[in-house]
Each structure stands twice: as C-alpha cells, then as structure tokens.
C-alpha cells in the first residue's frame, strides 16, 4: 500500500464554481484532525480556537476549474474520511478542542443549509482503499460518482445519478406519498425553486417527517410468523456459521443463544437502538447487521433465509421507499441508502456503492452526473493542479453542526465477520475519533 494516493476530481458538470474539501483523520501525524488544503498536496491541522464557531485559519476550497477539467491532489494516509462537493463554498467551522463543526444538512440556522453539497466517503490506510458513495444522511442535488483503478489493470465504478436524478426522486417519493399519505414529500428539500436535497427518512423529524409507527404493522406481522412455528435463519458470515430465530412465549425473537426485543419504526429506520444496539458479544454483532437490514428491506416475511438476495428487496408496505428509491435513480442501483446497505448474501452484488482494493492507483471522483450513464469517471480532461485557480476566502458566518460518527472504516477479516461497515463498527478509523 502506498503512503499516499493522487485523487481525481472531474467537473462533469455545466458549473466553472464547484469545489471539493477532503477532510479526515491524518493515520500517519498520531491521528489528528486535518484538511487538505487548497494546494491539494498539504495538509492543514486545525489548532485549538478562541471561541466557538471560529473560522478555519486556512482556505482548503479546492477549485475543480471549468466543465471537463480534472484537477488531481495527493493525500496521505487519511482514516474517516469526506471528499465533499460543493456548488460555490462551503463554511467549515471550529469550537474549542478543536472539534471541527462539518455542514449539517438538519439544522436550518447552518450557513450551509441552502447550499448544493454532497460528499463521499473513504479510508486509505496500510490495507487498503475503501470508498463508497453516501445517502445515509441526504441525497445531494449534484451527483457523484467515483471510479478506482487498481495497478493490476483493473478498474471499479460507481455510476452515481445522471444530472436529473434528484428531480427523479423528488417525483417518485411525492407520488408515493399520494399513495401511502406517509410524508416521504416532506424529505424534498426546497431553495430557490428547485429540489435542494432530499433528506434520508432517518432524519424525518428534521423537516416534519413523522414516521412514528410506520413499521409496527410489519413488525407485528414478523412476530406473528415467528412465534407460530416459522424459524428465520441468519447467515452470519462468520464463525456462527447460520443461526436459527424463533419469537418464544416471552415474546422475545431469540437467534441462536441472542435475544432480541421487537424494534420500533425509530429503531428500524436507524439501525443502531433499541434491539440493534450493538455490545460486547460477538456473535450478537454479527446478527444485528443482517437482522436490521432484513427488516429495513421489509424481507422477513416475504423468506426465511438472511441475508437475501436483492430481489426480495422491499416488496410490500410498509418499506422504506426513500432507500428502494435511492437504488432506482442510481444509474448502476447502488449507493449506501441506510446504515447497513453493506449487507448482501454469500457472493451476491454489492448494493452499497462501494470500492475498495489493495493496490489503488487512482482514485477519480466525478461530480455532475452528465457522462454518468456512459460509465465515464476516468481521470480525463485538461489535467490541473490544485493551487493554480484563485481561492476566495471563506465567509465569517458560522452555525453549530449537528454530530455524526466518521464514515465507515475500510473492511477487513474481522469487520466482515461482524458485518455492516457503519453504525456499531468503529474500527481503525474509530480508534481516533474526538
């Protein structure tokens, strides 16, 4: 593995004024808090500021310059980290610590609020690099997509939408909302008379969303099948091997020696409370994965074995049709859509728009959607570095972000066994959180 790797970004867009900042944990500096700045090859470390809110002591808008250009920069080792795209700018603010306050897409007083971003994820330690495209938190007006060449010759691709795919979803979730009268509209995000963004159902509460009680009717369903002789079997990917679950005369669904207790609508939609709150068991955490998918997919009625493939994927009401949406509008379907979108069986494809291999090159990610469903993302275009477009200072208004773990951490064997690259798992990139 290398200590550094050049990365690509693409303006695939009709813009000349969309920037990218790469933020993240420095693996090779003890862990701390950094940003590439402008130049695209240096790092920036936030110092501990006066006051809260305070403004970044250096420029890290790293201009992608005019549409077709493709402006390369060289990062480190980098654990938890964010490549964000924005039209314009983006305010990146600091509290005491340093903590370092990211734009936040639920609160309405961040400066950010009404401004077109959206980012991926990644980590390049000494193993690997691990990328995926995200909508765990919001779908983003401008599209993204990421390609990674490998020095064996091979390259990975992840289509992200075409230009319109926003607007793609916008439609399908207000017509779903016609059908259901559940407030999936609600999620559409609107500024300046058009779809900003659209916010994960996770984050209803946010913007009006109320979803409280959704999934009980299935979860209720479930529980019925399970108590009347049905046995679930979950495939724990791991030592487990396959477990078998039953609901008992307690009412409690117990896989193997793990009992869990029925989740609400809050614990399904965000995978981590209530029964999937991970601990200490291993083997528990190896479940909690695979179970809160099932049920997030709405597959525990429609099969018994678990993980399932992706045909079984949200066939009835209730479901979460904002993630069923998600890999509708995706031009390849992927894209992490809930926090553990990971999950997939034995084999089967990978629905959570990652890629990851031992031996990258190049990692290219193209902002803009419009050569999208060509398969484009090469690192094509005029060739420019980094510092060589004038950077405009940062606006001095700041807001208080909203608190979110870094991104999922690279897999390896023992991630694998216990499944699910978010929620629960910290793992490298965990171990230097602040």
Known sequence: MPDSLQIALKNDSDSSNIHAYISGIAIQQGGQRCLLKANGKDLYFPQNPPSIGSPLAEDCAISLGSPGNTTTVTIPQIAGGRIWIVEDKLNFRLNPGPALVEPSVLNPSDPNANINFGFCEFTLNND??????????????????????????????????????LDQLADSLRQQAQKDGRPWDKLIVNHDGRNLRILNATHGNAVGANFDGYYEPLIEQIWQKYQSGASMKINTQAGPGVLEGKVNSNGELVIGDESFSKPNSADVFGCNSGPFTTGSSPTRNAIIPRLAAAFHRSTLLVTEEHPSDPSTFYPQ??????????????????????AYDDVQPDGGEDQSGKVNAGDPVLFTVTVGGKSAA???????GQQAGAGQQQQQPLSDQHGQGYSRGPPP??????QQEQGGLRGALKGFAGRFSH
């Open 128 to 165: 690997q690099l691990y990328a995926n495209i995200s909508y765990v938190d919001h779908v983003p007006r401008i599209p993204i997509g990421i390609t990674l060449q490998q020095a064996s010759g091979q390259s990975q691709h992840v289509a992200g939408m075409s230009t319109d795919g």
């Open 317 to 338: 009401d209730p479901t979460n049709h904002y993630a069923r949406l998600v890999h509708r509008v995706n031009l390849d379907g992927k894209g992490y859509a809930f």
């Open 409 to 414: 951490p690279p897999p390896d064997q023992g």
């Open 374 to 380: 060509a398969g484009g993302g090469g690192g094509g």
